[in-house]
């Protein structure tokens, strides 16, 4: 283990600072997750990962780098992945969820952006985190305006590509967007020296679909009303894809489904008989952000699904792996990005139908919509949101919050109330 | 006073192994991040945990199998659920 | 064996609530006491005299609600202030359909009763903005108590503080304290700050058709009252006990387990 830290120093962390982070992690896994009776055996992975984040996975990416590969930071889940992989990159995901890292992030923007944006430059700037030092090149997005600036921040520490996703959905966004995804596939091969052919592309496509696929399987096992996982495992499990090699993900997720597929059969529960589900939706909760799933299911409910980047809208939809040319694939991949329904476009009726679909797919006894302070966007959705579900006659439950503790109690009351009005 | 046991390594490796060993035994147990107070001048990185009433049949796991592990440290009430402290 | 008395205690930011039913749900005690800097001591010390005053035996039920809930070691249920005052006020005001306005310490609640059960919350987060911190801080700045600003406010003019921020709106007191505004004016102002933020904050809400119902530490206030029954356009009514609604909707609870 003692390797790490050499490793780290070659990666230019400061790690002083840095193991004022790793003193701060265990407690909050602990409390989060070792307190839980009856988890699933196959979480030992992700317990693993989590326990080892800066260590394990870092230390694979350097090995993959020494044989001339490179890696590709990202921060959202408009970043085709399939065309990284097919070029014999590798994707990590980039975000900031520890609010260790927002005070960093504040030195350089202002103090009214989201969280998210000032721990992700924070955890750049503060050198205190080795993804966002391994990676090569960093993949931002146009999915707001807070990012859009802090990008070019960013790029004047690493090396930056932007992508312009779309506004609107209407069918020439899609064809603006399968240009998007071409001139990227050219960047990503000259950043790599691969090229990206039909035949690679069609088995990265694969690739993702099959950890999609899987990752699907492990959230229809929460739709079961016997639940044979929490909450807060399945956002683990759900944060942890966006770093791990795609097929050892598929492969870890699809031996949690079989272990869930069977607590089901077996009438195994994490909760008692009557337990009120929650689905959340809003803003992604980036790791190691796991505060509202601690709270919600410390008050006497369960999250049984996420309808945020970092829960369904990562896996639904396939990628269609039919297309025989580079341009048919591209296009292919165009539509199924574009039917993420991020708060980015106008309108945006998507996401509402989602979300009342999911709330019946899922069985949720309620809705908790919560967004990070300052995440405009989102935060004028939870109106309309708000509206649909009350017509649907689902309850639902408006927050916002950051990463600080100290809203926790706050939360707390709301949550509780919202769980004690659910049981009427 | 709830009490909690932490198997402590010099490297994952060595943890997994016996993990796998205490797992076959059929003694309880979770990988975990090992506590900052207890991991003293190892880094970062993962132990077992493990209740009071497995931790005798953990030791005598650890002995027939003469599983390579650190030091095991005892810990009072680590585990908090509403203690709302993230990071 | 029923149960001779249901117990609720709401502990608040600022003053500790008690109120004791019997098993007709009649009230026999009511005891208001800060809460210190100890709730668990504050708690304990209620408990003892209970023991004392009320001759309680084993026979009780306690329910702790309020923001101190959890440090009331003797609890045999926590249930938050939002269900407890709905349940206390639909009580205390003999209704089953209400609009429930508490404004606490550090936390203002707009909650909506339907068939006597919570339909709809909204609650402050953080911004102490339209709390009683809010108008503890401003009292401070003009030197008197906060039931000195809110009587003094009656006699005081129409003049706006349009921060909704207790930070900034501390700056805007400051300002027209520098520019010679009478005081009244100025306690005016801040009452008159706390309604419009507490209608803020219900914006989003459909309310029940009827009057708005004010419990909480400021229901002694009757300029508190006319503010919000402006801000509002309804009547706002409220009562002595109202005060001790939390606890009184605890104590249902309680009587309840």
Not at chain 1, 99 to 110: I, K, T
Not at chain 1, 210 to 231: D, N, W
Not at chain 3, 12 to 34: E, F, M
Request: proline letters at 4%; glycine letters at 8%; charged letters at 25%.
């Amino acid at each position: 283990m003692a390797d790490y830290v050499k490793m780290w120093e070659n990666l230019g962390m400061d790690l002083e600072s840095h193991d004022m982070l790793c003193q701060v992690l265990p407690v909050a896994v602990g409390d989060v997750f070792m307190t839980q009776e009856n988890r699933p055996k196959a979480m030992d992975f992700w317990d693993l990962v989590i326990s080892e984040v800066h260590g394990i996975r870092p230390a694979e990416l350097i090995e993959e780098q020494k044989k001339g590969r490179k890696v590709f930071g990202t921060f959202c889940v408009f970043v085709p992945d399939e065309v990284i992989i097919a070029a014999n990159g590798i994707v990590t995901g980039l975000c900031g969820g520890s609010q260790f890292w927002v005070p960093g992030g504040e030195a350089v923007l202002p103090k009214n952006t989201c969280p998210l944006i000032k721990a992700s430059v924070g955890a750049r700037l503060g050198r205190t985190c080795p993804f966002f030092r391994i990676a090569d090149v960093y993949v931002g997005e146009t999915t707001c305006d807070g990012k859009k600036k802090a990008y070019e921040i960013l790029g004047q520490d690493v090396p930056m590509y932007i992508m312009d996703v779309p506004q609107m959905k209407r069918p020439k966004d899609i064809v603006k967007w399968k240009e998007e995804i071409a001139d990227f596939a050219q960047k990503v091969e000259e950043i790599t020296g691969n090229k990206v052919s039909v035949e690679k592309l069609k088995e990265a496509i694969r690739i993702v679909n099959e950890k999609r696929k899987a990752m699907k399987r492990v959230y229809e096992a929460r739709k079961s009303e016997c639940l044979p996982i929490s909450g807060r495992d399945a956002l683990l499990m759900t944060q942890i894809s966006f770093f791990d090699d795609p097929e050892r993900c598929a492969q870890m997720c699809n031996r949690l489904a079989d272990e869930l597929e069977q607590r089901i059969k077996d009438g195994v529960s994490v909760v008692p008989a009557g337990t009120k589900r929650i689905l959340l939706t809003g803003t992604p909760l980036a790791v190691p952000n796991w505060k509202l799933h601690n709270i919600i299911e410390t008050s006497g409910a369960a999250v049984v699904c996420e309808e945020m980047c970092t829960g369904t809208r990562y896996f639904e939809n396939l990628v269609d792996e039919s297309g025989e040319t580079l341009d048919d694939l591209y296009m292919a991949l165009s539509e199924r990005y574009m039917k993420n329904n991020c708060a980015c476009f106008t309108p945006n009726p998507g996401r509402i139908e989602d979300i009342i679909r999911l709330a019946k797919e899922y069985k949720a006894d309620g809705v908790i919509d919560c967004s990070l302070k300052f995440c405009g966007l989102y935060d004028i959705e939870k109106k309309s949101v708000a509206e649909a579900l009350k017509k649907e006659g689902i309850p639902v439950l408006s927050l916002e919050t950051d990463y600080e503790d100290s809203d926790a109690g706050q939360l707390r009351t709301r949550i509780e109330a919202f769980v004690e009005m659910l049981n009427g | 006073m709830n009490t909690r046991y932490y198997i402590l390594f010099e490297n994952y490796e060595q943890g997994l192994m016996l993990h796998d060993l205490l797992d076959g035994a059929g003694v309880m147990n979770r990988i975990a991040p090992a506590p900052a107070a207890a991991r003293g001048t190892l880094c970062c990185g993962m132990s077992l945990l493990v209740a009071p009433d497995m931790i005798e049949r953990a030791k005598e796991v650890i002995q027939s199998e003469h599983a390579v592990y650190h030091s095991i440290v005892s810990m009072e009430n680590p585990l908090q659920p509403r203690r709302d402290q993230y990071c | 064996m029923s149960v001779e008395y249901g117990v609720g205690i709401d502990i608040g930011s600022t003053c500790a609530k008690t109120v004791v039913l019997d098993g007709n749900g009649d009230p026999v005690w009511q005891d208001l006491r800060p809460t210190g800097w100890s709730s668990v001591e504050t708690a304990q010390a209620i408990r003892l005299e209970l023991r004392e005053k009320v001759k309680i035996g084993e026979n009780v039920h306690f329910v702790a609600t309020g923001y101190g809930r959890v440090s009331v070691p003797f609890a045999d249920k926590t249930v938050t202030e939002i269900s407890c005052h709905a349940r206390g006020a639909a009580a205390l005001f003999k209704t089953d359909h209400l609009n429930v306005i508490d404004i606490g310490g550090q936390d203002t609640k707009v909650i909506i009763i339907v068939n006597g059960a919570v339909s709809d919350f909204a609650m402050n987060d953080k911004c102490s903005a339209g709390t009683g911190r809010f108008l503890e801080v401003m009292a401070n700045t003009l030197s008197v108590t906060p039931a000195g600003l809110c009587t003094m406010a009656e006699q005081g003019a129409e003049t706006r503080i349009s921060s909704l921020c207790t930070v900034f709106a501390e700056s805007e007191v400051i300002n027209l304290i520098g520019r010679g505004t009478p005081r009244e004016n100025i306690a005016w102002a801040v009452v008159d700050s706390i309604a419009q933020k507490v209608k803020t904050q219900a914006g989003k809400m459909t309310l029940e058709a009827g009057p708005l119902y004010l419990t909480g530490g400021l229901c002694d206030f009757p300029f508190v009252c006319e503010r919000l029954g402006k801000a509002f356009n309804r009547e706002v009514r409220t009562a002595p006990e109202a005060r001790f609604a939390g606890a009184f909707g605890a104590a249902l609870y309680a009587l309840a387990l």
